[in-house]
């Protein structure tokens, strides 16, 4: 199954940043605040929002350095 052929993330990977990392890193966002929704607050839902945010900022920091 190729990605592109879903409708939302078709439409994020043709006109977002040309880059499937970080196109792919803003997607999962909402999974993670659905995660914390669902699950509520809980040791486990909170490493998945700090992954998310490190791997978040240290993505564009690296793109950033290679730059």
């Known amino acids: 199954m190729d990605p592109e052929t879903l ?3 078709g439409a994020v990977f043709r006109f977002g940043a040309e880059d499937r990392v970080l196109d792919s890193i803003l997607l999962a ?4 605040v659905l995660a914390m929704v669902l699950f509520e607050q ?3 839902t909170f490493a998945v929002v700090a992954l998310y945010v ?3 900022v240290a993505y564009v920091a690296y793109n ?4």
């Open 54 to 56: 490190v791997s978040f």
């Open 42 to 44: 809980s040791p486990v």
């Open 7 to 9: 409708p939302l993330v």
């Open 29 to 32: 966002g909402p999974l993670v």
């Open 64 to 67: 950033g350095a290679r730059r």
